[in-house]
Protein backbone atom coordinates (compact mmCIF):
# COMPACT_ATOMS: atom_id res chain seq x y z
CA UNK A 1 0.00 0.00 0.00
CA UNK A 2 3.06 2.36 0.39
CA UNK A 3 3.74 2.12 -3.14
CA UNK A 4 0.13 2.90 -3.78
CA UNK A 5 -0.13 5.89 -1.43
CA UNK A 6 3.28 7.41 -2.57
CA UNK A 7 1.59 7.09 -6.74
CA UNK A 8 -1.36 9.03 -5.17
CA UNK A 9 0.73 11.63 -3.07
CA UNK A 10 2.88 12.33 -6.70
CA UNK A 11 0.18 12.34 -9.06
CA UNK A 12 -2.91 14.29 -6.94
CA UNK A 13 -3.31 16.80 -4.11
CA UNK A 14 -4.60 14.45 -2.17
CA UNK A 15 -2.94 12.85 1.36
CA UNK A 16 -4.07 9.95 2.93
CA UNK A 17 -1.01 9.39 4.35
CA UNK A 18 1.64 12.09 4.19
CA UNK A 19 5.03 10.28 2.56
CA UNK A 20 7.55 12.90 3.42
CA UNK A 21 10.69 10.36 2.73
CA UNK A 22 10.53 8.76 -1.10
CA UNK A 23 12.55 5.73 -1.20
CA UNK A 24 13.23 5.44 -4.87
CA UNK A 25 12.13 1.77 -5.08
CA UNK A 26 8.91 2.20 -3.53
CA UNK A 27 9.26 5.19 -6.14
CA UNK A 28 9.40 2.74 -8.75
CA UNK A 29 7.13 0.36 -7.65
CA UNK A 30 4.31 3.23 -7.31
CA UNK A 31 3.60 3.41 -11.01
CA UNK A 32 1.64 0.11 -10.98
CA UNK A 33 -1.10 1.44 -9.72
CA UNK A 34 -1.54 4.65 -11.29
CA UNK A 35 -4.53 3.07 -12.93
CA UNK A 36 -5.63 2.99 -9.49
CA UNK A 37 -4.66 6.24 -8.79
CA UNK A 38 -6.99 7.00 -12.08
CA UNK A 39 -10.01 5.05 -10.54
CA UNK A 40 -9.59 8.13 -7.72
CA UNK A 41 -9.50 11.23 -9.48
CA UNK A 42 -12.37 8.89 -12.26
CA UNK A 43 -14.22 9.04 -8.88
CA UNK A 44 -13.92 12.20 -7.32
CA UNK A 45 -14.67 13.57 -11.16
CA UNK A 46 -18.11 11.66 -11.55
CA UNK A 47 -19.18 12.16 -7.64
CA UNK A 48 -18.98 15.84 -8.98
CA UNK A 49 -20.45 15.68 -11.72
CA UNK A 50 -23.68 13.47 -9.74
CA UNK A 51 -23.98 16.25 -6.59
CA UNK A 52 -24.09 19.31 -9.27
CA UNK A 53 -25.72 18.08 -12.57
CA UNK A 54 -29.35 18.63 -11.28
CA UNK A 55 -28.30 22.35 -10.74
CA UNK A 56 -26.34 23.86 -12.82
CA UNK A 57 -26.41 24.24 -16.68
CA UNK A 58 -23.70 21.85 -18.61
CA UNK A 59 -21.54 24.64 -19.77
CA UNK A 60 -21.02 26.04 -16.66
CA UNK A 61 -20.95 22.03 -14.84
CA UNK A 62 -18.24 21.24 -17.37
CA UNK A 63 -16.13 24.29 -17.04
CA UNK A 64 -16.34 22.88 -13.07
CA UNK A 65 -15.25 19.33 -14.09
CA UNK A 66 -12.22 20.90 -16.38
CA UNK A 67 -11.17 23.20 -13.61
CA UNK A 68 -11.48 20.66 -10.67
CA UNK A 69 -9.54 17.70 -12.35
CA UNK A 70 -6.28 20.70 -12.82
CA UNK A 71 -6.41 21.37 -9.05
CA UNK A 72 -7.05 17.92 -7.90
CA UNK A 73 -3.95 16.87 -9.90
CA UNK A 74 -2.33 19.99 -8.86
CA UNK A 75 -1.93 21.07 -12.80
CA UNK A 76 1.02 18.46 -12.77
CA UNK A 77 0.29 16.91 -16.25
CA UNK A 78 -0.79 20.60 -17.56
CA UNK A 79 2.68 21.94 -16.95
CA UNK A 80 4.43 19.13 -18.55
CA UNK A 81 1.51 19.72 -21.41
CA UNK A 82 2.81 23.35 -21.98
CA UNK A 83 6.97 22.41 -21.47
CA UNK A 84 5.91 19.63 -23.88
CA UNK A 85 4.32 22.16 -26.44
CA UNK A 86 7.27 25.06 -25.84
CA UNK A 87 10.28 22.47 -26.83
CA UNK A 88 8.44 19.85 -29.62
CA UNK A 89 6.84 22.90 -31.24
CA UNK A 90 9.70 25.48 -31.51
CA UNK A 91 10.90 24.24 -34.77
CA UNK A 92 14.87 23.99 -33.10
CA UNK A 93 17.05 21.15 -33.60
CA UNK A 94 16.52 18.33 -30.67
CA UNK A 95 18.96 19.11 -28.14
CA UNK A 96 17.69 22.95 -28.01
CA UNK A 97 13.98 21.28 -27.56
CA UNK A 98 14.97 19.44 -24.82
CA UNK A 99 16.48 22.29 -22.82
CA UNK A 100 13.61 24.46 -23.79
CA UNK A 101 11.03 21.75 -22.16
CA UNK A 102 13.49 22.00 -19.13
CA UNK A 103 13.76 25.81 -18.73
CA UNK A 104 11.01 26.79 -15.71
CA UNK A 105 9.56 29.21 -18.01
CA UNK A 106 6.35 29.10 -19.79
CA UNK A 107 6.77 29.98 -23.45
CA UNK A 108 3.98 31.20 -25.90
CA UNK A 109 4.15 27.69 -27.22
CA UNK A 110 2.69 26.36 -23.99
CA UNK A 111 0.48 29.46 -23.28
CA UNK A 112 -1.55 28.96 -26.73
CA UNK A 113 -1.40 24.70 -26.04
CA UNK A 114 -2.97 25.30 -22.94
CA UNK A 115 -5.35 27.52 -23.54
CA UNK A 116 -6.53 25.31 -26.41
CA UNK A 117 -6.54 22.26 -24.33
CA UNK A 118 -8.75 23.78 -21.73
CA UNK A 119 -11.15 25.48 -24.36
CA UNK A 120 -11.33 21.91 -25.87
CA UNK A 121 -11.57 20.05 -22.98
CA UNK A 122 -14.36 22.15 -21.60
CA UNK A 123 -16.72 22.73 -24.41
CA UNK A 124 -16.00 18.80 -25.67
CA UNK A 125 -17.37 17.84 -22.11
CA UNK A 126 -20.38 19.94 -22.19
CA UNK A 127 -20.96 18.03 -25.77
CA UNK A 128 -21.25 14.89 -24.39
CA UNK A 129 -24.55 12.74 -23.56
CA UNK A 130 -25.55 13.35 -20.02
CA UNK A 131 -26.31 9.61 -19.77
CA UNK A 132 -22.91 8.62 -20.58
CA UNK A 133 -20.71 11.58 -19.57
CA UNK A 134 -20.69 9.73 -15.99
CA UNK A 135 -18.96 6.93 -17.28
CA UNK A 136 -16.57 8.64 -19.31
CA UNK A 137 -15.56 10.79 -16.29
CA UNK A 138 -15.47 7.99 -14.34
CA UNK A 139 -12.62 5.63 -16.76
CA UNK A 140 -10.88 8.64 -18.81
CA UNK A 141 -8.30 9.31 -16.18
CA UNK A 142 -7.87 5.35 -15.49
CA UNK A 143 -7.10 4.60 -19.11
CA UNK A 144 -4.63 7.92 -18.96
CA UNK A 145 -3.14 6.85 -15.72
CA UNK A 146 -2.75 3.53 -17.76
CA UNK A 147 -1.20 5.70 -20.53
CA UNK A 148 1.62 7.10 -18.51
CA UNK A 149 2.72 3.17 -17.50
CA UNK A 150 2.89 2.75 -21.47
CA UNK A 151 5.09 6.04 -21.50
CA UNK A 152 7.10 4.73 -18.87
CA UNK A 153 7.79 1.24 -20.00
CA UNK A 154 7.58 1.05 -23.63
CA UNK A 155 9.22 4.26 -24.64
CA UNK A 156 13.15 5.21 -24.05
CA UNK A 157 13.47 8.17 -22.43
CA UNK A 158 15.13 11.23 -23.66
CA UNK A 159 17.65 12.75 -20.95
CA UNK A 160 20.30 10.56 -19.11
CA UNK A 161 18.49 11.32 -15.72
CA UNK A 162 15.40 12.33 -14.43
CA UNK A 163 12.00 12.31 -11.81
CA UNK A 164 10.94 10.60 -14.78
CA UNK A 165 13.86 7.71 -15.54
CA UNK A 166 13.32 6.74 -12.17
CA UNK A 167 10.15 5.92 -13.09
CA UNK A 168 11.44 3.72 -16.08
CA UNK A 169 14.72 2.58 -13.96
CA UNK A 170 13.10 1.44 -10.38
CA UNK A 171 9.78 0.12 -11.38
CA UNK A 172 9.59 -3.54 -11.93
CA UNK A 173 10.00 -5.55 -14.42
CA UNK A 174 5.96 -7.14 -13.82
CA UNK A 175 4.94 -3.53 -13.74
CA UNK A 176 3.12 -2.89 -17.33
CA UNK A 177 1.95 -7.05 -16.72
CA UNK A 178 0.16 -5.80 -13.31
CA UNK A 179 -0.97 -2.09 -14.60
CA UNK A 180 -2.48 -3.79 -17.86
CA UNK A 181 -4.40 -6.19 -15.39
CA UNK A 182 -6.13 -2.62 -13.22
CA UNK A 183 -6.97 -0.88 -15.63
CA UNK A 184 -8.55 -3.62 -17.17
CA UNK A 185 -10.84 -4.69 -14.88
CA UNK A 186 -13.16 -1.91 -15.40
CA UNK A 187 -14.39 -3.82 -18.45
CA UNK A 188 -15.95 -6.41 -15.70
CA UNK A 189 -18.57 -3.55 -15.41
CA UNK A 190 -18.73 -0.79 -18.49
CA UNK A 191 -18.15 -3.92 -20.79
CA UNK A 192 -17.74 -2.98 -24.61
CA UNK A 193 -17.90 1.01 -23.99
CA UNK A 194 -14.54 0.60 -22.05
CA UNK A 195 -13.07 -1.66 -23.19
CA UNK A 196 -13.38 0.28 -26.95
CA UNK A 197 -11.64 3.06 -25.48
CA UNK A 198 -9.12 1.50 -23.80
CA UNK A 199 -8.38 0.13 -27.11
CA UNK A 200 -8.33 3.90 -28.44
CA UNK A 201 -6.44 5.37 -25.74
CA UNK A 202 -3.62 2.52 -25.96
CA UNK A 203 -3.74 3.31 -29.84
CA UNK A 204 -3.06 7.25 -29.13
CA UNK A 205 -0.20 6.51 -26.60
CA UNK A 206 1.80 4.92 -29.29
CA UNK A 207 0.92 7.50 -32.18
CA UNK A 208 2.20 10.34 -29.71
CA UNK A 209 4.43 8.44 -28.19
CA UNK A 210 6.20 7.81 -31.62
CA UNK A 211 5.88 11.32 -33.11
CA UNK A 212 7.29 12.80 -29.57
CA UNK A 213 10.55 10.33 -29.75
CA UNK A 214 11.15 10.66 -33.18
CA UNK A 215 11.77 14.63 -32.86
CA UNK A 216 13.02 14.47 -29.64
CA UNK A 217 14.69 10.78 -29.63
CA UNK A 218 12.99 9.63 -26.57
CA UNK A 219 10.42 10.63 -24.04
CA UNK A 220 10.80 12.85 -20.97
CA UNK A 221 8.42 13.40 -17.85
CA UNK A 222 7.21 16.64 -19.42
CA UNK A 223 5.82 14.61 -22.47
CA UNK A 224 4.29 12.04 -19.86
CA UNK A 225 2.24 15.08 -18.61
CA UNK A 226 1.50 15.95 -22.47
CA UNK A 227 0.22 12.43 -23.52
CA UNK A 228 -2.05 12.60 -20.60
CA UNK A 229 -3.73 15.74 -21.22
CA UNK A 230 -3.65 15.08 -25.38
CA UNK A 231 -5.34 11.78 -24.85
CA UNK A 232 -8.02 12.74 -22.59
CA UNK A 233 -8.91 15.58 -24.80
CA UNK A 234 -8.67 12.95 -27.57
CA UNK A 235 -10.82 10.28 -25.95
CA UNK A 236 -13.62 12.86 -25.03
CA UNK A 237 -13.76 13.43 -28.82
CA UNK A 238 -13.93 9.89 -30.25
CA UNK A 239 -16.75 9.77 -27.61
CA UNK A 240 -18.38 12.58 -29.70
CA UNK A 241 -17.31 10.97 -32.92
CA UNK A 242 -19.44 7.60 -31.81
CA UNK A 243 -22.47 9.31 -31.29
CA UNK A 244 -22.03 10.20 -27.48
CA UNK A 245 -23.52 13.57 -28.04
CA UNK A 246 -26.15 16.00 -26.72
CA UNK A 247 -26.45 17.74 -30.49
Known amino acids: MKAFFIGLQFLTRLKIVNQTEWDIHDFGKSVIYFPFVGLVIGAFMAA ?3 LLADYLPIQL ?3 LLVIFEFLFTGGLHADGFMDTCDGLFSGRDRERKLEIMKDSRVGSNGVVGFVFLTLLKWQLVANVD ?3 LWELLLFLPIISRYSLVLSIRLFQYARPEGM ?3 FA ?6 TLAWATLFATLPVLYFRWDYAVFLGIGILINFILNSYISKHLGGVTGD ?3 FVIESSEVLLILAAIAMGFTVL
Request: net charge positive; proline share 10%; charged share 15%.
Open 48 to 50: LYW
Open 223 to 225: TYG
Open 61 to 63: LAL
Open 169 to 174: VYSPKS
Open 164 to 166: GKA
Open 130 to 132: PKF
